[in-house]
């Protein structure tokens, strides 16, 4: 009921409306014959073919620009793709031990070796060294082993050329397993130095 | 004949046992001058107690001549290596009140009273069903017991009570009798608050330890654990039995090792609240303290006895050492000198030994330090991790966790060396052993039923139980020297 009353209404306006501006549009004018001479067409031509010509060569800079552009950022792109692989590399990337020792293995000095290499590519990075334990044991012992483990590597890295002023051990004993399970695999992950950039 | 005695034996109890004799003219006086009187005497005995309960918190013991000819006998040598439980009988209590009649109170006090013996592992409560009189009937005075009824249960001790409750106050008279010998050795009459009931229980349950085996009791102890229950590690504190659970630290981090200092008033624990392992010196009452935050991990503090001292691992000079630390947090002095880690310090009972966790052997093994000489010897040889050592309260043996063949257990070492004798087996992983102030329980952490539980039990192994329950995993257990009856 409502909406028609409205509709009505919209139409008593609408109407005159439309009616006023249709009656007031322009007649349509044509255009006159232009008069050309031959001269004037053929310089006329010629500076249009200048003009094309520069423009396609701007459009050809143009486009190399943009090409070279997306290569730049492309690259740039990468780097830092590059760049945070290596950092995630660097925190996820775990050194392990074996039960009841905070000597570094093999494979542990190779991994402390590259993340030497990135400490000193990233000179303003600190970072905090935490070392872990397996659940067996008791938490007391094990708190000061972890003590120890964060301390091995952290003195290795000192050998390495890293300021010790970059880095702080802390020991989580057996308080923050990174395998919850009760079994050699998750004890294994779980005996670690972990690192973390401040 | 009635009011006459009892002020004979309040007279002696004020001489017998300190207690100014303030119970039973405070008992019938107005509500208000009992409270000025409960304010003035109670507060200076104990420090601590709930205003409200002041109020009404009054009792007398009665110590009866009877009990004197037979004082020098020792019914229970908690020093011996195995002990025969000596069966008991806890009938219900009488209602001594104008209805004379069984009523809940009667049973929940009986029930207490056998719990709390039970507790300590001496006794062996007898099944009430098998019992040949009616406690409403019977009387609670030597001469009109029938002793026979008690032998032929099997009774060799017998505990009776009776009571009187006028609104919220309560009267209770407790007796221990030695069935076959005919006599009171025990009897003590309480004027108190309803709500102090478990009180008065563990009171004469300490005189009754403390006659028996001519020890103190440990009914005023309590103990404090880590526990997960907010889904954080926490310093919870219990009544020794596991009664009234409390949080203590609601750091939301990481707190660990709880260590009670010898007067009771102190904790000393480690804690990430500040993101590292730092050492708190906490005053339990008035919750404050000192942090020690040395960079590395500051951990596993061990008070020395009867000094505002303290020994604890400390890491900021490369390795976990011990040393010596001020109740202010301050060093005193280095006590370990070793490359490895040096942790877990556990002092003798008269402080001039320390028991400590070394892997200066390769693996982590138990020594003791001679502190006046310095010197250093390895006690464990057996097993290739033995941990946690606790020196028990006489000073004779030394408690601990060893890992042997994937097994974690508590085992117990004489402070000479030797054969240690293994309590726990075939259980779960059962750690971080805790001697009571008497020497004769200790509790440990278990996960024999699944998560990490606190249970107790005998020094010899015996009566292993589980403490309490509560949501989350709970472990390293303290057990509190004695404290003052709250």
């Known amino acids: ?132 334990c397996d659940e067996r044991g008791t938490n007391e012992y094990n708190m000061a082993l972890g003590d120890r483990r964060a301390h091995s590597a952290k003195s290795y890295l000192i050998d390495l050329g890293i300021a010790p002023e970059r880095m702080k051990t802390i020991s989580y004993g057996e308080e923050r397993p990174f395998d919850p399970r009760h079994n050699e695999e998750a004890w294994a992950k779980n005996r670690r130095d972990q690192f973390v950039i401040q | 004949m009635r009011s006459s005695q009892t002020t004979r034996y309040r007279s002696r109890l004020s001489e017998q046992t300190g207690f100014a004799p303030v119970g039973v003219p405070e008992y019938r006086n107005t509500g208000a001058s009992r409270e000025r009187e409960g304010k003035n005497s109670f507060i200076q005995d104990s420090g601590k107690i709930r205003r409200s309960l002041i109020v009404a918190l009054v009792f007398v013991g009665l110590l009866f001549w009877s009990a004197l000819p037979c004082q020098a006998r020792v019914y229970i040598d908690i020093t011996a290596p195995y002990l025969r439980k000596i069966p008991t009988a806890v009938p219900l209590l009488k209602d001594m009140g104008p209805h004379n009649s069984p009523n809940k109170l009667t049973k929940t006090l009986a029930d207490l009273l056998a719990d709390t013996l039970a507790y300590t592992g001496f006794f062996q409560i007898l099944d009430r069903r098998s019992f040949l009189e009616d406690p409403q009937q019977a009387g609670l005075m030597q001469h009109v017991i029938n002793f026979k009824n008690w032998t032929d249960v ?90 009234n659970p409390r949080q203590f630290t609601n750091t939301r981090a990481i707190t660990l090792f709880p260590a009670w200092s010898s007067d009771g008033q102190y904790l000393a624990y480690t804690d990430y609240k500040r993101g590292s392992p730092d050492l708190y010196i906490k005053n339990i009452k008035e919750r404050r303290g000192t942090v020690v935050s040395f960079p590395g991990s500051n951990i596993t503090p061990a008070w020395a006895p009867g000094k505002f001292a303290l020994a604890a691992s400390l890491s900021y000079k490369g390795n976990p050492s011990i040393y010596l630390l001020t109740g202010k947090g301050k060093i005193i002095k280095k006590l370990t000198h070793h490359w490895g880690i040096d942790v877990s310090p556990a002092w003798s009972p008269d402080g001039k030994k320390l028991a400590f966790v070394s892997n200066r052997s390769g693996s982590p093994q138990i020594y003791i330090k001679d502190i006046e000489s310095g010197k250093v010897r390895r006690l464990t040889f057996k097993g290739k991790y033995n941990t946690s050592p606790q020196w028990s309260p006489r000073g004779d043996y030394i408690a601990y966790t060893g890992l042997e063949n994937g097994q974690t257990n508590i085992y117990l070492i004489s402070t000479n060396g030797g054969c240690p004798v293994q309590l726990t087996r075939d259980a779960g992983k059962n750690e971080s052993p805790a001697w009571s102030p008497d020497g004769s329980m200790i509790a440990f952490s278990s996960t024999r039923e699944g998560p990490s539980r606190i249970y107790v039990m005998n020094a010899n192994g015996w009566n292993q139980r589980r403490l309490l329950v509560l949501k989350g995993e709970q472990t390293d257990p303290t057990w509190s020297p004695r404290l003052s009856f709250r």
């Open chain 1, 1 to 132: 009921m409502r909406n028609r009353f409205w509709i009505g209404l919209s139409m008593i306006f609408l109407i005159p409306g439309v009616i006023f501006v249709t009656s007031c549009a322009k007649k349509p004018v044509k255009p006159a014959p232009s008069v050309v001479t031959p001269q004037a067409a053929k310089e006329a031509e010629a500076k249009r073919l200048a003009a094309e010509k520069a423009r396609a060569a701007q459009k050809a800079l143009e486009e190399q620009r943009i090409r070279e552009e997306r290569l730049r950022a492309e690259a740039k792109a990468r780097r830092e793709r590059e760049e945070i692989a290596r950092r995630e590399r660097f925190v996820n990337e775990h050194i392990h031990f074996e039960f009841d020792k905070s000597r570094l293995l093999p494979e542990a000095k190779e991994i402390l070796r590259r993340k030497a290499k990135w400490l000193k590519e990233n000179p303003d990075v600190s970072v905090i060294i935490e070392g872990h």
């Open chain 2, 154 to 243: 099997g009774a060799e001790l017998l505990v009776k009570g009776g009571l009187e409750r006028r609104g919220n106050l309560l009267k209770v008279e407790l007796r221990l009798f030695d069935t076959f010998g005919g006599r009171l050795i025990i009897g003590k009459r309480y004027t108190c608050h309803l709500a102090d009931q478990r009180r008065v229980i563990r009171r004469f349950c300490n005189d009754i330890i403390r006659r028996l085996t001519g020890h103190e009791g440990i009914f005023n102890t309590q103990i404090a654990f880590v526990s997960t229950t907010t889904g954080h590690k926490e310093i919870y504190i219990a009544d020794f039995d596991g009664y």
